[in-house]
């Protein structure tokens, strides 16, 4: 989920709303495999026991529960994460129950630091740091897939907008420099 039209101002337009990599999804999806395999093996070994009923409602429990706290709750972390560009900001946007965001103006950036590992190469994907003229922390948006392209992109607004002047922004009261 990133920002509805109603959380957006005047002129404001949505540039490219990202979500993390799938390769979060790794993981959970293993997870779910392994305790499928499980169910499977403990229902292979004690069918036709006495007592093979009350393992598979044991087993059948605790196997739900693991998928609940290991499959779904990451899925749903996942699918509840976006990061949004727009004309005038990025936003983040994250949280199943309790919706939490930050969004930083672009006119406030002043650096954007790119970040891949070996996997992350192999995959496309990589860590902005986007840092602001604030005492806040940067901005950290994870597993950004396709991760050079949204840079350029990125760099392209900020330099849209630039005035040229050491301060990085282009105040109303300010004449644009030539």
């Not at 799938?22 to 499928?36: F, N």
């Not at 709750?73 to 509840?80: K, M």
């Amino acid at each position: 989920m990133g920002l509805r039209a109603d959380q957006l101002t005047d002129g404001e337009e949505v540039v490219m709303t990202l979500r993390t990599h799938w390769k979060a999804l790794v993981r959970p999806g293993t997870v779910l495999v392994l305790l499928v395999a499980a169910v499977l093996l403990v229902w292979v070994f004690v069918r036709g026991e006495s007592w093979s009923t009350l393992a598979g409602v044991v087993v059948g429990v605790l196997a739900a529960a693991a998928a609940v706290l290991w499959v779904v709750v990451p899925v749903l972390r996942w699918r509840s994460e976006a990061y949004v560009v727009t004309t005038r900001r990025i936003a983040h946007r994250a949280g199943i129950l309790t919706r939490t965001g930050r969004d930083i103006p672009l006119h406030r950036v002043n650096d954007i630091a790119l970040e891949k590992g070996v996997l992350d190469r192999m995959l496309g994907c990589g860590t902005l740091v986007v840092s602001d003229a604030t005492e806040k922390a940067g901005m950290v948006l994870h597993d950004v897939p396709r991760v050079e392209r949204v840079l350029v992109d990125l760099q392209g607004l900020l330099y849209r907008y630039d005035d040229g002047s050491d301060d990085g922004e282009w105040p109303p009261t300010e004449p644009q420099r030539r």
